[in-house]
C-alpha cells in the first residue's frame, strides 16, 4: 500500500496544480498523525494487507461532536475550495491510505479540509474504498493566494507537517458504528484542524471551480453518437467535467484514454419517487375488490409512513445506481414525503430532502431536486387524508424548506432546485399562482391527467379538463413539465405541445398501474416535447421505458412501427426525444455530446451478440428492442466513471445498506 505526501507552492496572482512530491510504502500497520506545531491532527490505522478492514480512527470526542460540520473554509474562500483559509489545512495528492478509506475524495466543500485526487499517481489508481481496482474519477484542486496550502513564506503548509508512527492508542470509534449520518459516506475521517474543532469529512466528487481550475482530460471513442449523427473515433476533451471540444475521425497517434463501444449522451431521468423503488413488486396482488390506482396507492401511503431519513437515503442510493447502470445520467426528484411520521416538520424541514441530496451525490447521479407542495386532498381545497401527513406544508413552511435547500445549491456542482405543485387535487389556483410567483427560476413539475377519475372530478369541480384548466390558469413555458399527461382531448395536445412545455412520460409505471395510453404519435405530429422517467421505480430501465411507449403505440393502433419516419429509425426517434425532454425538464444543457455540455456518457458493449455486427441507428434500435440486457458498460457523469463493467463502482456498499433497512421496511407494511 502506497501512501504520498505533497508540498503546495503558489506565487502571487498565480494558480498552479498540485502534483505528487513522492511516494512512501507503509510496510507495517501503524497509527498515523499528522503533526502541526506540535499538535496531533489525525489519526490513522493503517493495514498493510487490507487497509479498510482494520482501519479505525482515533476519536477525542464522541459520536454526537463528531457530526458537526465546519464551514468556515467555504465561508473564507467564495466558497470554491474546502481548504479556503490558513487555519485550515490541505492534504494534497491523494494519499492512498486516504484514497480507500475515503473514495477518492476530490473536494469538501463545507470541510477545513481537503483531498486531492488527480489520478495521475499509481498510488490513486490501485483501489478505492469500495474494493475496484480502478478510479472513480479525475479532478485537480488548485491552490492559490489565500488558499489553507499557503503560509506566509509562500511554502507549502503541508511540509510544515510530520508524518509519524505512534506505537499505540487508546479510543477509537468503529467507522461503520459511526457513520454520520447525513454524511455520503459510511466511511470517514474526523479531522481537528487547528482551532476549528472536530469537523466531519464527507465524500463530495463533484469540484466546484471555474473553467480555468482543472486539467483537460481526453476520451477516444470508438463509436459515437453527436447532434450531427453517428461518428468514428471521436475525442473528446473534458475539463472541470464539461466538454470542451469534439473532434471526429482522429488520427491513431492521439494521447487520450481509449474506450471502446458504442458512446452516447446521458439522459436525463425526468420523474422519480425513490423511496417508492423499496415498495416495488409489493402491490401485485389484488384483494377482494377492483384494484386500480387509488387501491395502489393506500398501500404506497404505508409504505412511506414507515420510511425513516436513514431509510430514504439508502433506498434512494441503491435506486439512482440502478439509473446509472441503466443508462440515466440525472435525474428529476419529485419529493414529497417531508415530515416525521406523526406529521410534524423535523427540526430541520428540509431533513428528507437532504437525505435525497447526500444519495446523488453517493450515487455520483446528477440531481434536480423538486420540492413538491402538497396542501389538499382533493378539488377546491378539499380536507387531506390522514396517510397524507408527512407530505403537508402550507406556503410559510414550504418557503421554508425551499430556501434551506437553495443556500445548499451553490456547494454541489451536479445539483438544481426546482418545484413540484403536486397535482390540480393538491393545490388550489391561488396557491399554484403564488408559487409560480415566487419562483421565477427553475424546472416546474406537476402531476396531471394521469386518471379517468381525475379527469372527472376535475370537470366536476372547474368545468373544465386538468390540462385545459391548468393552461387557462397559468402561463406554461419550457420551464413546465407535465407528468403524465395521459388523458388530453386533441385540443389540450395542441396546446401543450405550442407552450413548449415537456411532456413526462412514464411508460413502464403507467402500465403497472393502469393509467392509460398516451397519444404519443398525435402529440410528437403536433411537434411536441417528451421525455420519460422510471416513476415508481417498478422497473428502473431507459430502453425498457422507450420499448414500452412504442410498444403501448402499436397496441392501440394495430400497427408497427409508430414513432418512427422514413428518414430516422423508431430507435433513434425515441432516443433524441427522450435526450432533449428530460435536458428541458430538469433544467440542463445536457443530452448531447457537444461542447458545454456535461461530460455525460453511456457505453453500451457492442460486442454483445444484441449488438454484434450493427451500426448507427441499428444500435438504438437492437438496445431498445432486440435486447436480453441493459449493455450498459460503462458511465460517466462529469467525467467520472461510475460504472465499469456493467456495474456501479459503489453498488456493493450501497446495496449493503438497502439489505439493513429493507426488512425492517416491509415488517411493517
Partial sequence: MRFRRQGVSAEKGRRHANRPARAE?????????FRGKGQAIAGFYLDGGDPLRHQSIEARQGGLDQRRFG?????????????????????????????KFMGAIAAIDKMGVAIDQTGRHEASR???????????????????????ALAADNRGLFDDFELAPRAGHTHHTSIEENAVRRGLVWHLVILRVLDCGFDVCQYRRDIRSGPDDLQV???????????????????????????QSVTTET???????????????????????????????????????????????????????????????ALAALAYVEMLESGFTEVAEFHYVHHQVD????????????????????????????????????????????AQRRFLCDLDLFDRLYHRLLAQMDRRCSARLGIAPHSLRAVTVLELRRLVEQHAEGPIHIHIAEQRQEVEECL???????VEFLLDQTEIDARWCLVHATHMLEGEMV???????????????????????????????????????????????????????????????????????????????????????????????????????????????????????????????????????????????????LVANGRHVRRAAIESQWRKILPRLLAQV
Wanted: hydrophobic share 45%.
Fill in 460 to 466: 366536476a369541480a372547474t368545468g373544465a379538463r386538468p
Fill in 217 to 243: 482530460h481526453s476520451l477516444l471513442f470508438d463509436h459515437a453518437l453527436l447532434p450531427e449523427g453517428w461518428r468514428d473515433r471521436v475525442l473528446v476533451r473534458l475539463a472541470g467535467g464539461t466538454i
Fill in 126 to 148: 490501485t483501489i478505492d474504498m469500495f474494493e475496484r481496482f480502478e478510479p472513480l474519477g479525475q479532478g485537480c484542486l488548485i491552490a492559490e493566494i489565500g488558499d489553507a
Fill in 343 to 386: 406529521g410534524r416538520p423535523f427540526d430541520d424541514p428540509a431533513e428528507m430532502s437532504l437525505r435525497l441530496l447526500a444519495a446523488a451525490e453517493l450515487a455520483g447521479i446528477a440531481i434536480t431536486l423538486l420540492p413538491v407542495f402538497y396542501a389538499h386532498g382533493g378539488f377546491g381545497g378539499a380536507p387531506s387524508n390522514p
Fill in 25 to 33: 510504502r507503509a510496510c507495517r500497520p501503524q497509527l498515523l498523525d
Fill in 495 to 641: 396546446a401543450l405541445a405550442r407552450s413548449q412545455a415537456t411532456a413526462g412520460l412514464c411508460p413502464l409505471t403507467e402500465a403497472n398501474l393502469g393509467d392509460g395510453i398516451f397519444d404519443a404519435v398525435g402529440f410528437l405530429t403536433h411537434a411536441g416535447t417528451f421525455g420519460v422517467g422510471s416513476d415508481s421505480n417498478i422497473s428502473i430501465s431507459l430502453p425498457q421505458e422507450l420499448r414500452m411507449l412504442e410498444y403501448s403505440q402499436r397496441l392501440r393502433d394495430h400497427a408497427r412501427n409508430r414513432l418512427s419516419s422514413p428518414r430516422q429509425s423508431t430507435g433513434r426517434i425515441l432516443f433524441d426525444h427522450a435526450a432533449v425532454g428530460g435536458a428541458r425538464a430538469l433544467g440542463s444543457s445536457n443530452g448531447r455530446i457537444a461542447v458545454g455540455a456535461r461530460a455525460d456518457f453511456v457505453i453500451l458493449d457492442g460486442d454483445d451478440p444484441s449488438l454484434f455486427g450493427k451500426s448507427g441507428d441499428g444500435i438504438l434500435d437492437a438496445w431498445i428492442f432486440a435486447s436480453h440486457a441493459a449493455l450498459v458498460r460503462e458511465v460517466y457523469v462529469a467525467g467520472a466513471k
Fill in 251 to 313: 488520427a491513431d497517434e492521439v494521447e487520450a484514454s481509449p474506450v471502446h463501444g458504442c458512446a452516447l449522451p446521458g439522459i436525463g431521468n425526468l420523474h422519480s419517487h425513490a423511496f417508492q423503488r423499496g415498495f416495488a413488486g409489493l402491490a401485485e396482488r389484488r384483494g377482494s375488490g377492483a384494484d386500480h390506482f387509488w387501491t395502489w396507492r393506500e398501500q404506497m401511503y404505508r409504505f412511506a409512513l414507515a420510511i425513516s431519513p436513514d431509510d430514504l437515503q
Fill in 71 to 99: 464551514s468556515g473554509a467555504r465561508r473564507a474562500h467564495r466558497g470554491h475550495n474546502a481548504a479556503a483559509c490558513r487555519g485550515n489545512v490541505l492534504i494534497g495528492g491523494a494519499v492512498q491510505a486516504l484514497l
